[in-house]
């Protein structure tokens, strides 16, 4: 059972960076597509990018705006958001998750596994 850790969150500024990452058990990121998910208050869970185990990805245009990267590393069972131009609006917990291949990647209900969220704080 994939256990997902994420990490990397923080308080910044406007206009900041932030890289966040998701640790998994050996052959996670080779097996599942992985994706990002965030969650602000008040809020349904929102998708943010996937990357499949291929390495082909998506992404969320209406948030991203091209000013975030998704990123892996299956050898060092890693998985990154580079994160830049933040604003207040992308203050959330960041969550990552992992679906079986071939499922849809924008769904939340995709993905069988979380890790606990690492909270991203943007403020103005």
């Known amino acids: 059972q994939a256990q997902l850790v994420e990490s990397g969150g923080g308080l910044v500024q406007a206009g900041d960076s932030l890289r966040l990452s998701c640790t998994a058990p050996p052959r996670t990121f080779g097996w599942y597509t992985t994706g990002w998910f965030r969650q602000a208050p008040g809020k349904e869970r929102e998708f943010v990018a996937a990357i499949a185990r291929s390495g082909h990805v998506a992404y969320n245009e209406d948030i991203v705006k091209g000013r975030f990267t998704i990123s892996k590393d299956n050898a060092k069972n890693r998985m990154n958001l580079q994160m830049s131009s933040l604003q207040p609006e992308d203050t959330a917990v960041y969550y990552c998750?992992?679906?079986?291949?071939?499922?849809?990647?924008?769904?939340?209900?995709?993905?069988?596994?979380w890790g606990q969220g690492t909270q991203v704080t943007v403020s103005s």
């Open positions: 998750g992992a679906a079986q291949p071939g499922s849809p990647a924008r769904q939340s209900s995709s993905y069988e596994h």
